[in-house]
């Protein structure tokens, strides 16, 4: 009896083993595969943040040169925590008050500087539906970007940026209360264009490759707050057998802050930036 398994024990191990290679295989297929997606969602944001090849040399103010380049999301420029106030910056206690006596210092290094922002399609800069009847294709470019410095994020608004909640499809459902964000309308223009078949080439030639440069200074600050009184919540937690309590009191649901930019001017172009669609200056430029 004892022998006559033997073929069967094999085969069982031969199995176990096939299948132990086959779940190592799909295991590796399947982080391969997580890595190739994950490679190509950071090459396709470095994408969005770099420049073409080979951009052409322009004029003042939009050359590279003149001012103090800005990434949407990234890096605050040094010292803008210094036009709000409050709190300022620092590992310490004592690091924050010495930063805190300089609070003057630093926001007047900021007086006058030049800053640029550079935006890209299909999300930054928007290429809209073709109008028939006005003969035009719209366009819109954001009014406001965000950046972060120690303090937080921080939102820069070059059109009437106004705090209020975001609309009705952005708000969590039912919630007793509602964050305020900065809502900065769109720059928005149209190109003269008939025809439907060439309105249609363009989008087809161009949504993809929309820049836009944004050059400004700093304006005013202000600081947005809407003190909520919230309720204390308790909570059991199964785990530990106990049930703990979170919440009540005043908590700040408002925007935050933001700097109205003062603009100098915004340029919009397709073919690497190449062609100027577009171009809003500021008062005074």
Request: aromatic share 6%.
């Amino acid at each position: 009896m004892t022998t006559s398994r033997w073929p069967l024990v094999v085969l069982c191990v031969a199995a176990t083993m096939a299948c132990d290679d086959r779940s190592k295989r799909t295991e590796k297929q399947l982080a391969d595969l997580k890595a190739k997606q994950q490679a190509q969602k950071t090459a396709a944001k470095d994408d969005t943040l770099a420049a073409p090849a080979e951009l052409p040399k322009l004029d003042p103010p939009y050359d590279d040169s003149m001012s103090e380049r800005l990434v949407p999301d990234g890096a605050c420029p040094e010292g803008l925590w210094a036009l709000f106030p409050g709190d300022a910056p620092g590992e310490t206690p004592d690091e924050k008050k010495a930063n805190a006596a300089r609070r003057a210092e630093v926001a007047k290094s900021l007086e006058g500087k030049r800053f640029m922002v550079r935006l890209r399609a299909p999300h930054q800069v928007t290429l809209k539906p073709h109008d028939a009847v006005q003969g035009v294709l719209p366009i819109e470019v954001i009014g406001s970007v965000d950046c972060k410095d120690a303090l937080g994020p921080v939102t820069i608004a070059w059109t009437d940026a106004k705090a209020g909640p975001p609309n009705a499809s952005a708000a969590k459902a039912g919630a007793e209360f509602v964050q305020n964000l900065w809502l900065a309308p769109p720059v928005a223009f149209t190109l003269p264009i008939k025809s439907m078949s060439e309105a249609k080439a363009f989008q087809q030639n161009n949504a993809l490759g929309l820049t836009a440069r944004v050059v400004f200074s700093f304006g005013k600050a202000e600081v947005d707050k809407k003190l909520r009184k919230v309720g204390k919540v308790s909570e059991k937690v199964e785990a530990a057998g106990e049930t703990v309590g979170y919440g009540g009191g005043m908590e700040d649901w408002g925007a935050g802050r933001m700097v109205r930019a003062n603009l100098v001017g915004l340029r919009v172009a397709v073919e690497q930036e190449k062609k100027q669609l577009y171009e809003l200056k500021g008062p005074g430029y």
